[in-house]
């Protein structure tokens, strides 16, 4: 299964729905449109994950390189994650410390 992406903004957020494997041969696609996205002015970025049903070493250097992209223009970015499988993967290499991670996207906009 390949990577869907989708963008909304949601008053001054800017949210990125990803759905499908975030993986070696899928990840350019996300890569360009987070990259995309944070030029343009989006560095209050959520990145909604609820659709994403595998992701590999990849995916997560992938969200670590945006987060230092967003911080170093003075924002800030959120996960949504609802899947104990994917938020098993956050937790087993720390990054769940790094961070700012919701259930479901109305607490993540609640922040």
């Known amino acids: 299964m390949d990577v869907q992406v989708e963008q909304e903004v949601v008053g001054t957020r800017t949210v990125v729905h990803v759905a499908g494997e975030i ?7 996300l890569r360009e449109r987070l990259n995309r996205t ?8 959520v ?3 609820t659709g ?9 250097g992938l969200l670590v390189g945006t987060l230092k992209r967003v911080r170093t223009a003075g924002g800030r970015m959120a996960l949504v994650i609802d899947s104990e499988q994917l938020m098993k993967i956050f937790r087993i290499t720390g990054l769940h410390q ?6 479901t996207l109305e607490a993540t906009l609640a922040d």
């Open 23 to 29: 993986d070696v041969a899928s990840a350019d696609r």
């Open 38 to 45: 944070v030029a343009e002015g989006g560095t209050d970025l």
């Open 47 to 49: 990145v909604d994950l």
């Open 52 to 60: 994403v049903t595998f992701m590999d070493s990849t995916g997560l």
């Open 98 to 103: 790094v961070f700012s991670i919701h259930e």
